[in-house]
């Protein structure tokens, strides 16, 4: 059975960080790309970052540039997503999700809360 569990999700100050963590099981870690998404209060779900399967490509949204990090763990099946300089503009549900480059899986995980909020 496929997993993906997000955590790490709370509330925050405007400046602080968070680091979120997204637990796979059952399916092939390592040979999936990962991304994380996310979808704020009333907008659409909106990309946030990427990597390769190998960990060795990165991307991320002008949003986020800067400020945010992902990573990708093979051995522990781990994707984590290191958020530093939190905006209120931040606060969403966090998503992870892993694909496979040629376009043929797809799996997403159920989402963590962040809130930024003095």
């Known amino acids: 059975q496929v997993q993906l569990v997000e955590s790490g999700g709370g509330l925050v100050q405007p400046g602080g960080s968070l680091r979120l963590s997204c637990v796979t099981s059952g399916f092939n870690f390592s040979w999936f790309g990962m991304k994380w998404y996310r979808q704020g209060p009333g907008k659409e779900r909106e990309f946030v970052a990427a990597?390769?399967?190998?960990?060795?490509?990165?991307k991320y949204s002008d949003a986020v540039k800067g400020r945010f990090t992902i990573s990708k763990d093979n051995y522990k099946r781990t994707l984590s997503l290191q958020m530093n300089s939190l905006k209120s503009d931040d606060t969403a549900v966090y998503y992870c999700?892993?694909?496979?480059?040629?376009?043929?899986?797809?799996?997403w995980g159920q989402g963590t809360q962040v809130t930024v909020s003095s």
């Open positions: 990597v390769t399967s190998d960990g060795g490509v990165k």
């Open positions: 999700m892993a694909f496979r480059a040629d376009g043929s899986r797809e799996y």
